[in-house]
């Protein structure tokens, strides 16, 4: 049965990926602060408050595992790429009309990046434990993901990012074990940009700087891909079939994945591929306006079930919900622990 911090956790553990819809207040507070009518203390009052509300929807909605909804990283991780130095700010080259991944400020290199504050998530990690008493996942991009909008100029060979992406994966190491440190049990690396996105890496030259980015972290760790969610909409071509069975190389727990926004294609992969280890499959479209039901939920829960031992499957979202409004985000939690519900019955016989 699956377990954390020797917690039993029953049948099919729900959980969300990592981040969590950022309440419309957060938003308006925000913009108030470019706009010069709030202050940095008002910003720093609105997350705090927001977190709590993050943690309070997930504890309604009676996830198992819970994050702290990733609320102060804009963006997915534009406050980790922010912590960095050695890095120049270039204006976003299209302002207007339809948002999409080329409407966001990119990075140039001046020189070897570091972080000589780190990226703040044992800060995170500390705020969100005095907030609950549930077990909680720690969720951290990685150093493909951090390098997506970043440049070479200064500092590094032209053409060749694998000097860029081995400091970044130091960096991400010294996070990832100062959090562990401070007392979290459970990380997520997160990767989207595994798939098909620049810089191009082979299987095996991802496996292994996912390796050197996890090394000496003593927790359970997960490694979530999926393929992008800039306002719902993925970047990368949606299949995992060039990534296995390579990315069983990494030397994780448990592998998150995408599904429920592709049909619940390519679970035979897990069959085919896969090994004992955990496997939390997205069993919600966070891409979709559609509310699952909990039969929608149920359903593709029975699917996954023909490809993974129901003793290692966790149930989670294909993705974070950063581009979801708070009343969608809260209602599909709730159908996410409802579909889990249905089938726990069904499998104990009750
Ligand atoms: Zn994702």
């Known amino acids: 049965m699956p377990t954390l911090n020797g917690t039993d956790l029953g049948l099919f553990p729900t959980m969300g990926v990592g981040s969590y819809a950022s309440p419309s207040w957060l938003i308006a507070t925000r913009r108030a602060l470019r706009a010069g009518t709030a202050g940095p203390a008002d910003v720093e009052e609105a997350i705090q408050d927001a977190v709590k509300m993050a943690v309070w929807d997930q504890e309604e909605a009676g996830l198992d595992i819970l994050t702290d909804g990733e609320i102060r990283r804009q963006r997915f991780l534009w406050n980790v790429v922010e912590k960095l130095s050695g890095l120049n700010m270039v204006r976003a080259q299209r302002k207007l009309g339809i948002m999409s991944y080329d409407s966001a400020p990119r990075f140039e290199t001046t ?100 390796n050197t980015t996890l090394e ?16 719902g909409r993925p970047a990368m071509k949606r299949t995992y079939k060039p990534l296995f069975p390579g990315i069983l190389d990494v030397k994780v727990d448990q592998f998150a994945l995408e599904f429920a926004n592709r049909e619940m294609a390519e679970l035979a992969l897990w069959s085919q591929y896969g090994d004992d280890r955990e496997f939390a499959a997205g069993v919600i479209d966070v891409k979709s306006m559609y509310l699952e039901t909990a039969e929608d939920v149920a359903e593709r829960i029975r699917l996954t079930l023909e490809h993974v031992h129901p003793e290692k499957l966790y149930l989670t979202c294909d993705c974070g919900f950063s581009a979801s409004s708070r009343n969608l985000a809260r209602a599909k939690l709730g159908a996410l622990v409802a579909g889990a519900q249905l089938v726990r019955r069904e499998v104990s016989g009750a």
């Open 111 to 210: 020189e070897r990046v570091s972080a000589p504050d780190g990226f703040g998530l044992v800060d995170e990690f500390t705020f969100v434990q005095a907030q609950t008493d549930k077990p909680l996942k720690v969720c951290c991009p990685g150093p493909l993901t951090i390098a997506m909008p970043i440049r070479l100029q200064a500092g590094y060979p032209q053409g060749d990012y694998l000097p860029l992406l081995y400091d970044l994966a130091e960096l991400v190491n010294k996070e990832l074990r100062g959090v562990v440190a401070a007392g979290a049990t459970f990380i997520q690396l997160d990767e989207p940009s595994a798939v098909g996105r620049e810089p191009a890496l082979s299987i095996e030259e991802t496996v292994k700087l996912f």
């Open 216 to 231: 000496g972290v003593e927790a359970k760790i997960a490694l979530h891909v999926c393929f992008g969610n800039n306002q």
